[in-house]
Protein backbone atom coordinates (compact mmCIF):
# COMPACT_ATOMS: atom_id res chain seq x y z
CA UNK A 1 0.00 0.00 0.00
CA UNK A 2 3.19 2.45 0.63
CA UNK A 3 3.47 2.58 -3.33
CA UNK A 4 -0.03 3.37 -4.34
CA UNK A 5 -0.32 6.23 -1.05
CA UNK A 6 3.43 7.32 -2.55
CA UNK A 7 2.06 7.74 -5.98
CA UNK A 8 -0.81 9.45 -5.00
CA UNK A 9 0.31 11.44 -1.72
CA UNK A 10 3.92 11.49 -1.68
CA UNK A 11 4.48 14.69 -3.41
CA UNK A 12 2.64 16.35 -0.06
CA UNK A 13 2.74 14.63 2.61
CA UNK A 14 5.67 13.57 4.88
CA UNK A 15 7.01 10.22 4.70
CA UNK A 16 6.24 9.99 8.39
CA UNK A 17 2.45 10.81 7.73
CA UNK A 18 2.33 8.43 4.73
CA UNK A 19 4.13 5.42 7.62
CA UNK A 20 0.53 6.21 9.78
CA UNK A 21 -1.77 6.23 6.87
CA UNK A 22 0.02 2.89 6.49
CA UNK A 23 -0.57 1.77 9.72
CA UNK A 24 -4.06 3.06 10.37
CA UNK A 25 -6.06 3.17 7.43
CA UNK A 26 -8.34 0.60 6.24
CA UNK A 27 -7.94 -0.87 2.10
CA UNK A 28 -11.33 -0.76 0.75
CA UNK A 29 -12.62 -1.82 -2.87
CA UNK A 30 -15.57 -1.11 -3.81
CA UNK A 31 -17.49 -2.01 -7.72
CA UNK A 32 -19.15 0.30 -9.52
CA UNK A 33 -22.87 1.23 -8.16
CA UNK A 34 -21.72 0.69 -4.39
CA UNK A 35 -23.17 2.98 -1.59
CA UNK A 36 -20.93 4.50 0.30
CA UNK A 37 -22.64 6.88 2.35
CA UNK A 38 -26.61 6.84 3.16
CA UNK A 39 -28.42 9.83 4.27
CA UNK A 40 -28.86 9.34 7.98
CA UNK A 41 -25.97 7.39 8.73
CA UNK A 42 -23.29 8.12 11.47
CA UNK A 43 -19.47 7.88 9.61
CA UNK A 44 -16.97 6.60 11.67
CA UNK A 45 -14.74 6.81 9.09
CA UNK A 46 -12.68 9.55 6.55
CA UNK A 47 -11.97 8.13 2.87
CA UNK A 48 -9.00 8.93 0.84
CA UNK A 49 -9.84 8.20 -2.85
CA UNK A 50 -6.89 6.16 -4.83
CA UNK A 51 -8.39 4.88 -8.05
CA UNK A 52 -11.97 5.38 -9.40
CA UNK A 53 -14.38 8.04 -9.11
CA UNK A 54 -17.46 8.71 -6.59
CA UNK A 55 -20.38 11.12 -7.27
CA UNK A 56 -21.95 12.61 -3.67
CA UNK A 57 -25.64 13.98 -4.51
CA UNK A 58 -28.21 15.56 -1.94
CA UNK A 59 -31.38 13.60 -1.35
CA UNK A 60 -34.58 15.88 -1.12
CA UNK A 61 -37.22 14.88 1.08
CA UNK A 62 -39.44 13.34 -1.69
CA UNK A 63 -36.70 10.71 -2.64
CA UNK A 64 -35.21 12.70 -5.61
CA UNK A 65 -31.22 13.38 -5.70
CA UNK A 66 -29.19 16.34 -6.82
CA UNK A 67 -25.53 15.82 -7.83
CA UNK A 68 -23.27 18.15 -5.68
CA UNK A 69 -20.05 17.30 -6.80
CA UNK A 70 -17.38 14.27 -8.11
CA UNK A 71 -14.56 12.80 -6.04
CA UNK A 72 -11.39 11.75 -8.19
CA UNK A 73 -8.17 10.22 -7.48
CA UNK A 74 -6.32 11.98 -4.80
CA UNK A 75 -9.35 13.32 -3.38
CA UNK A 76 -11.50 12.96 -0.38
CA UNK A 77 -15.00 14.45 1.07
CA UNK A 78 -14.89 17.40 2.69
CA UNK A 79 -18.77 16.58 3.92
CA UNK A 80 -17.35 13.42 5.36
CA UNK A 81 -15.05 14.95 7.24
CA UNK A 82 -17.35 17.26 8.92
CA UNK A 83 -20.05 14.45 10.16
CA UNK A 84 -16.66 12.58 11.32
CA UNK A 85 -15.32 15.66 13.39
CA UNK A 86 -18.77 16.79 14.85
CA UNK A 87 -20.31 13.07 15.12
CA UNK A 88 -22.95 14.23 13.19
CA UNK A 89 -25.69 12.35 10.83
CA UNK A 90 -24.81 12.50 6.81
CA UNK A 91 -27.34 14.76 4.79
CA UNK A 92 -25.69 13.02 1.64
CA UNK A 93 -25.33 10.28 -0.45
CA UNK A 94 -22.02 8.90 -1.66
CA UNK A 95 -21.94 6.38 -4.53
CA UNK A 96 -19.02 5.09 -6.64
CA UNK A 97 -19.25 5.54 -10.57
CA UNK A 98 -16.62 3.22 -11.11
CA UNK A 99 -14.99 0.33 -9.63
CA UNK A 100 -13.04 2.20 -6.43
CA UNK A 101 -10.13 2.25 -4.01
CA UNK A 102 -10.24 3.53 -1.10
CA UNK A 103 -8.44 4.23 2.46
CA UNK A 104 -10.50 4.68 5.14
CA UNK A 105 -9.00 7.17 7.63
CA UNK A 106 -10.50 6.36 11.29
CA UNK A 107 -12.84 9.47 12.95
CA UNK A 108 -9.76 9.65 15.51
CA UNK A 109 -6.69 10.96 13.57
CA UNK A 110 -8.38 13.04 11.45
CA UNK A 111 -8.03 15.77 14.39
CA UNK A 112 -4.88 14.22 15.43
CA UNK A 113 -3.26 14.68 12.00
CA UNK A 114 -4.27 18.22 12.02
CA UNK A 115 -2.71 19.04 14.95
CA UNK A 116 0.64 17.31 14.39
CA UNK A 117 0.91 17.27 10.43
CA UNK A 118 0.96 20.83 8.67
CA UNK A 119 0.70 18.81 5.68
CA UNK A 120 -2.24 17.04 6.41
CA UNK A 121 -3.80 20.34 7.75
CA UNK A 122 -3.11 21.81 4.42
CA UNK A 123 -4.43 18.71 2.42
CA UNK A 124 -8.28 18.95 4.74
CA UNK A 125 -8.25 22.82 3.89
CA UNK A 126 -7.71 22.84 0.30
CA UNK A 127 -9.98 19.68 0.35
CA UNK A 128 -12.45 22.00 1.68
CA UNK A 129 -11.90 25.02 -0.88
CA UNK A 130 -11.67 22.37 -3.97
CA UNK A 131 -15.29 21.15 -2.92
CA UNK A 132 -16.72 24.55 -1.95
CA UNK A 133 -15.63 25.91 -5.64
CA UNK A 134 -17.39 22.85 -7.06
CA UNK A 135 -20.68 23.51 -4.90
CA UNK A 136 -20.81 27.07 -6.24
CA UNK A 137 -20.07 26.17 -9.98
CA UNK A 138 -23.13 23.43 -9.12
CA UNK A 139 -24.72 26.67 -7.69
CA UNK A 140 -24.36 28.32 -10.67
CA UNK A 141 -25.56 25.77 -13.01
CA UNK A 142 -28.64 25.69 -11.31
CA UNK A 143 -29.07 29.57 -11.49
CA UNK A 144 -28.17 30.86 -13.91
CA UNK A 145 -27.84 27.68 -17.06
CA UNK A 146 -30.74 26.41 -18.12
CA UNK A 147 -30.82 22.59 -18.91
CA UNK A 148 -28.74 22.65 -22.07
CA UNK A 149 -25.90 24.18 -20.39
CA UNK A 150 -26.35 22.00 -17.56
CA UNK A 151 -26.33 18.61 -19.78
CA UNK A 152 -23.18 20.00 -21.94
CA UNK A 153 -21.33 20.49 -18.68
CA UNK A 154 -22.30 17.20 -17.12
CA UNK A 155 -21.23 15.06 -19.80
CA UNK A 156 -18.02 17.47 -19.95
CA UNK A 157 -17.21 16.29 -16.52
CA UNK A 158 -17.91 12.72 -17.13
CA UNK A 159 -15.72 12.94 -20.16
CA UNK A 160 -13.29 14.31 -18.11
CA UNK A 161 -13.51 12.11 -14.59
CA UNK A 162 -13.44 8.78 -17.12
CA UNK A 163 -10.98 9.76 -19.28
CA UNK A 164 -13.31 8.39 -21.98
CA UNK A 165 -15.85 9.86 -24.66
CA UNK A 166 -17.73 6.79 -24.18
CA UNK A 167 -19.89 7.45 -21.28
CA UNK A 168 -22.33 3.93 -20.08
CA UNK A 169 -25.08 5.62 -18.49
CA UNK A 170 -28.87 5.78 -18.78
CA UNK A 171 -31.55 8.45 -19.51
CA UNK A 172 -32.83 8.02 -16.50
CA UNK A 173 -29.53 8.30 -13.82
CA UNK A 174 -28.85 11.50 -16.08
CA UNK A 175 -32.07 12.89 -15.16
CA UNK A 176 -31.75 12.13 -11.27
CA UNK A 177 -28.44 13.55 -11.40
CA UNK A 178 -29.55 16.89 -12.96
CA UNK A 179 -32.97 16.49 -11.04
CA UNK A 180 -35.41 17.04 -14.07
CA UNK A 181 -37.13 14.41 -15.69
CA UNK A 182 -36.46 11.54 -18.42
CA UNK A 183 -38.14 12.90 -21.01
CA UNK A 184 -36.62 16.17 -21.13
CA UNK A 185 -32.91 14.43 -20.70
CA UNK A 186 -34.09 11.91 -24.02
CA UNK A 187 -34.93 15.36 -26.15
CA UNK A 188 -32.32 17.49 -25.17
CA UNK A 189 -29.78 14.30 -25.49
CA UNK A 190 -31.15 13.88 -29.30
CA UNK A 191 -31.09 17.32 -29.95
CA UNK A 192 -27.51 17.40 -29.22
CA UNK A 193 -26.90 14.75 -32.12
CA UNK A 194 -28.71 16.40 -33.95
CA UNK A 195 -26.17 19.51 -33.64
CA UNK A 196 -23.48 16.83 -33.84
CA UNK A 197 -22.05 17.17 -30.44
CA UNK A 198 -22.98 13.36 -29.49
CA UNK A 199 -23.78 10.15 -30.75
CA UNK A 200 -26.09 8.10 -29.36
CA UNK A 201 -25.68 4.05 -28.90
CA UNK A 202 -27.85 1.42 -27.32
CA UNK A 203 -25.57 1.22 -24.26
CA UNK A 204 -23.74 4.48 -24.37
CA UNK A 205 -23.42 7.88 -25.14
CA UNK A 206 -20.47 9.17 -27.25
CA UNK A 207 -19.30 12.67 -27.00
CA UNK A 208 -18.20 13.63 -30.34
Known sequence: MIEELNKHYGYQFEPALIEEINRVATYLEVPEGKDLIKPGQYIKSMPLLLKGSIKVMRPDNDGEELLLYHLDEGDTCAMT??????NTKSE????SETPSTLLMIPINKIEEWSSKYKTWRNYVFNSYHARMMELLESIDNIAFNNMD????NYLNNKVSILNSKHIYTTHKEIAS???TSRVVISRLLKKMENNKKIKLHRSFIEVL
Open 81 to 86: MTCCVD
Open 149 to 152: HRLE
Open 177 to 179: DLH
Open 92 to 95: IHAV
